[in-house]
């Protein structure tokens, strides 16, 4: 009975281990996209500024967590408002697979999904409220099939993030 409950115990550990395996948050809230280091053998992170006062430094996630092959694919946006990080996302589009949710509840805590549903067909979103983070899982349909996305902010930059995000509205809204 001792083996199997430190076998199990042994099995979790790896378990988490691999979900913190990738440490995709290699700059603080608030710092300056000019404190990103990177490989200087990889190639240059692509950054795109936006109408709404925010600069999207897109990163594919490989170059960050070689180890974990599950997550190629994935792109990792860091949002700069102000020239401070105030918002990461992880985008997954269009992948055959639920790989990011499973990520997710590794590294954040399993959610309940509806009995009877398979996980490639739930559609629908989850949010942990960590101490001076919220982190969002959310899977939707878009064009061409669906994307993944984990967003993460900051508390002290909520304020912030909703401003920006109300003037994404708004040009959406106008259908300009």
């Known amino acids: 009975m001792k083996k199997i409950i430190i076998y199990l115990f042994g099995f979790l550990l790896l378990a ?29 992170p692509l950054l795109m500024p936006d109408r709404f006062g925010g600069e999207n430094l897109v990163i594919p996630l490989e170059q960050i967590c070689k180890s974990n092959n599950k997550l190629y694919g994935t792109q990792l946006i860091y949002l700069y408002i102000e020239n401070k990080l105030s918002r990461i996302q992880l985008y997954r589009p269009i992948m055959p697979d639920r790989n990011l949710m499973d990520f997710a509840m590794e590294k954040y805590g399993s959610f309940n999904l ?3 549903l398979p996980k490639k067909k739930w559609r629908g979103n989850h949010v942990w ?36 995000n ?3 509205g708004e040009w959406l809204d106008s259908g300009q």
């Open 16 to 44: 988490q281990a691999n979900a913190l395996a990738c440490n995709f948050k290699i700059a603080n809230f608030g710092s300056p996209k000019e404190n990103i280091k990177l490989d200087k053998n990889l190639p240059e």
């Open 114 to 116: 509806p009995k009877g």
């Open 129 to 164: 409220d960590l101490n001076l983070e919220l982190v969002e899982y959310i899977v939707t349909d878009i064009h061409d099939g669906h994307v993944e996305i984990i967003d993460i902010v900051n508390k002290l930059y909520l304020p912030t993030i909703e401003n920006y």
């Open 166 to 168: 109300e003037k994404v």
